[in-house]
Structures are given as structure tokens and as C-alpha cells.
């Protein structure tokens, strides 16, 4: 049995019924079954569509599900409710920890950059978007507003997209909608262990060397 102390440490529920789970009321496991819509093989008419505002209580009980969808893959940082066919203003962040995102608003972003990103609801269509190394979101969940930062390290730099991937799917944008061209028309390519000419801020041979 999982202990009161990792539960705590964990900072959700899991949606799982947990005897010990410090979260109030106690979550009673949900057999509804979801899934993230693949957009390539079915319809999802959510996917471009504002969604709707809803009550924290509401959002913390959507965004348990994530949760549990994401812990299930294993291969996503980030999800929305509407990539799952549900119409709330939801999102799931977890890079360096697990953040929940309920109506969302981006307040402030700073430092445009480029960065190359995917996205399950499309799957194997990844694409270079602008981004902003820093943001400042304001959310219903929280009493003040949340502030992503690059920082040092990719990690800093991951975390600050994935939010504001996660709140243009609640605004109803796709990566696809932010896709840049990042062809090289220089007749000098940077050097393998410069800074990539697509500004992503990774190095030109872990970016666009072999494009």
C-alpha cells in the first residue's frame, strides 16, 4: 500500500480510490474510459474550438483524469482536455513537476524563440513554432499568477513551451496553426557546435544539421 507521506509528496490524486489519500472528498476511481484522440485517424471537434471556463472543483476532477491518461502512456509532458474529447478549460503540465493549469491566460511572454515540438494529437508530426522563453500565466487555481522561465537549462526552456502548448490547445491552436519556415537560405552553415540558425538555442547538430 502506497504511504500517506509519498502520496502527499506525489501533490495529486491519482483518481485511483488510494485507502490513505490525503486529497478531500477521497477520489472514487472513474471507469469512464478516455483516451487521446488521434486527429490524423478521427474527428475531434474540440480540437479548434475556445473551451469552456469552468469551477476549480471541476477542473481539479478533469485534470485527474489527465493525469491518469498521461501516467498510462508514458510518452507525454503535457495534455488538454479537449485532446481527450472533453470541453474545459483544462490542462496538465508535468516537466519538472505535476501543475495543473484551470482557465489559463497567458499575461506577459518575453524573449520569442524557436522551438521544434510534437504533439499526441498529432502523432509523428512535429514542426518548429515561435515561442517565448518566459511567460507569465494567470490561472483560477492559484491566488498569483505562475511564472515560467528558460533559466539554464533545457530542461526550464521545456517546461515554458509545454505550458504554452497546453494553453493554445485550450484556445483551440494546434502546432500546426504556429508552424515556421526555418529553411537555411545562408551559403555558410553554422558550425556543428554553434547555435542553430532555426533558433531553437540547441546546438546545429542535435537540431536541423540533417534537414
Known sequence: ???????????????????????????????????????????????????????????ETIATKLFQILNERGDGIGLAANQVGIDASVAVVNVKEPIILINPKIV???????????????????????????????????ESNLTFSAGDTEVDLLESVCVQHEIDHLNGMRILDRVVDTTYRAEIKPGRNEPCHCGSGKKFKKCCINK
Not at 509528496?9 to 469512464?32: A, F, Q, S, V, W
Not at 518575453?110 to 490561472?139: D, F, M, N
Open 108 to 142: 506577459r511572454k518575453e524573449e520569442e524563440t524557436r522551438y521544434y515540438e510534437g504533439c499526441l494529437s498529432y502523432p509523428k508530426k512535429g514542426c518548429h513554432t515561435k515561442r517565448y522563453k518566459i511567460v507569465e500565466v494567470e490561472v483560477d487555481n492559484y
Open 1 to 59: 500500500m502506497l504511504s500517506k507521506e509519498f502520496l502527499t509528496e506525489r501533490g495529486y490524486c491519482c483518481g485511483h480510490g488510494c485507502l490513505m489519500c490525503p486529497y478531500e472528498p477521497k477520489h472514487i476511481k472513474d471507469n469512464t474510459i478516455l483516451k487521446v484522440i488521434n486527429c490524423f485517424k478521427e474527428d475531434n471537434p474540440l480540437i479548434q474550438k475556445t473551451l469552456r471556463r469552468v469551477t476549480v472543483e471541476e477542473g
